[in-house]
């Protein structure tokens, strides 16, 4: 069954610091994989995609990593702002013919001053 | 540029009420479009997904139906909504040969 799993549930960092969160899926056959960032109540919006090629790929402070191997990807964030709270999605699409998009429950990541 | 349009942003209605929710897309042409929905705490749900004019797949049986009476409009609609409707629900459009999906800003319903 194709699953995304994510970890952390729910974080809670500091102003300023670094924080990774994680994803394992079970999708196949793979087509790509997204990080998207949803503000409460607004819709997803797409910070990286990578192929099965692609190991790693920034956009800002953010930079995800993808081991196709061992199907799993992370999300690192880099000097944490208070604008950064919002839940983080992780998005696998596999290769049907309507690229179908699985999507991970999401980590609440909330940053505090 | 291409925008997506999603409204109202947010609904409250009473059980057994009509919905009717819409989505546009504008700066191109021959979208796919999608209806998904968020309940609290879970993932995003496909619901419906349209590659053209018309053509309408349904992923997950429910008192919810779709269309697309236009290239670039989808329409969520129900005859009767039940409680369990509430949610977030969320429109999201690619063209063919691109990975990316964009999503609208969203429809809060709350079925009261």
């Known amino acids: 069954k194709n699953q995304v799993e994510q970890s952390p549930q729910s974080l809670i960092i500091l102003e300023g610091k670094n924080c990774t969160l994680q994803c394992n899926y079970t999708v196949s056959p793979f087509s790509n994989l997204r990080w998207y960032k949803q503000d409460t109540g607004r819709g997803p919006v797409s910070l990286t995609i990578m192929t099965f090629s692609e190991n790693t790929k920034s956009n800002g402070r953010y930079t995800a990593t993808l081991d196709a191997d061992t199907k799993q990807s992370s999300l690192h964030i880099t000097a944490s702002q208070l604008s950064d709270s919002a839940s983080y999605i992780c998005?696998?699409?596999?290769?049907?013919?309507?690229?179908?998009?699985?999507f991970g429950k999401g980590t609440k990541l909330s940053v505090k001053p | 540029s291409q925008t997506i349009h999603q409204w109202p942003a947010t609904l409250v209605q009473p059980v057994g009420s009509p919905l009717s929710l819409e989505c546009t897309v504008e700066g191109t042409s021959n979208p796919n479009l999608y209806w998904y929905r968020q309940a609290a705490g879970r993932g995003l749900q496909l619901l419906f997904y349209s590659v053209g004019i018309g053509q309408i797949s349904s992923e997950v049986p429910q008192n919810l139906s779709a269309s697309r009476p236009q290239d670039r409009q989808f329409i969520l609609s129900s005859k009767k909504l039940l409680l369990s409707d509430s949610g977030f629900y969320l429109c999201?459009?690619?063209?063919?040969?691109?990975?990316?999906?964009?999503f609208g800003s969203g429809t809060r319903l709350t079925v009261v």
């Open positions: 999201a459009w690619r063209t063919g040969v691109s990975y990316g999906y964009t």
């Open positions: 998005v696998v699409s596999d290769w049907g013919s309507q690229g179908n998009l699985i």
